[in-house]
């Protein structure tokens, strides 16, 4: 079965009130819009992301009830392009605003801009999503707990861009801090970019 969808469905309901993704889409003032929108991104993706990243799904009962996208900094460039490819042939079916189109190549630009700066020529693995149906039922954590072992077992730091405060206690339990809190794109009256490092744990006993 594709579970694809499913987990498109599960990241939309996730992020649907972040508050970076409805200042890049402002412009779909109706939510229904918006769910379209990013419903299409994340199927993108999802998919344009196979060969660059790694992306796990939780499997409850009635199917997909999290997911988590991860990307090794080594393929961000790949996968980021490969994402822009994607996006500009969907935008002839599905146009959006110029200044939308704008807002996004350039939050693209920049955000990758931080990261370089902040990670500098480290190899470390990015988390680009995690998303639970149902919050706060462990399923989130569950994700963390997994990726945080990749990553330790590699010996690579973690890199997150997060813009909910509620979020930060969640990221601090998996070892995350900020690095700097700065609004996206450094533009007034944009919402708060949280820049999270996790460095590696070395554990004893290897
Ligand atoms: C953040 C998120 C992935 C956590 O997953 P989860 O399955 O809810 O997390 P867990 O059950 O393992 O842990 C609960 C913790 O999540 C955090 N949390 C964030 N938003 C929450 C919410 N609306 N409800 C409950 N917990 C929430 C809290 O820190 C909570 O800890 P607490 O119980 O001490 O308050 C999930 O809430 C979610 O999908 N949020 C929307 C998408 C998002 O913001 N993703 C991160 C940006 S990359």
């Known amino acids: 079965m594709d579970n694809v969808p499913a987990m498109a ?4 309901t996730a992020f649907e009130d972040d508050p970076n993704v409805k200042y890049q889409f402002s412009h779909a003032t109706d939510p229904k819009e918006l769910r379209c929108i990013l419903h299409r991104l994340f199927m993108d993706e999802i ?4 060969p660059f990243n790694g992306m796990y799904a939780a499997m409850g009962e ?3 009830i999290g997911g988590c996208l991860t990307v090794p900094s080594g393929n961000l460039d790949s996968w980021s392009f490969n994402n822009t490819l994607r996006f500009v042939r969907k935008f002839v079916r599905h146009p959006m605003p110029l200044r939308t189109v704008a807002r996004l ?3 693209n630009s920049w955000t ?3 990261r370089a700066e902040i990670m500098g020529d480290r190899d470390y693995l990015y988390l680009f999503a995690v998303g639970a149906s149902e919050r706060g039922k462990g399923v989130g954590g569950a994700h963390m707990r997994h990726i ?3 990553a330790d077992a590699l010996g690579w730091p973690m890199y997150l861009e997060n813009s909910k405060q509620r979020n930060l206690p969640f990221y601090e339990r998996y070892g995350f801090k900020t ?3 700065v609004p996206v794109n450094g533009a007034v009256g944009a919402p708060t970019l949280w820049l999270m490092v996790r460095e590696a744990e070395v554990r004893s006993g290897r």
């Not at 469905?9 to 939309?12: A, G, L, N």
């Open 9 to 12: 469905d599960v990241m939309v």
């Open 47 to 50: 998919r344009a992301g196979k």
């Open 62 to 64: 009635g199917g997909v």
């Open 105 to 107: 190549l350039k939050t």
């Open 112 to 114: 990758a801009r931080k």
């Open 148 to 150: 945080t072992g990749i």
């Open 179 to 181: 690095v700097e809190a």
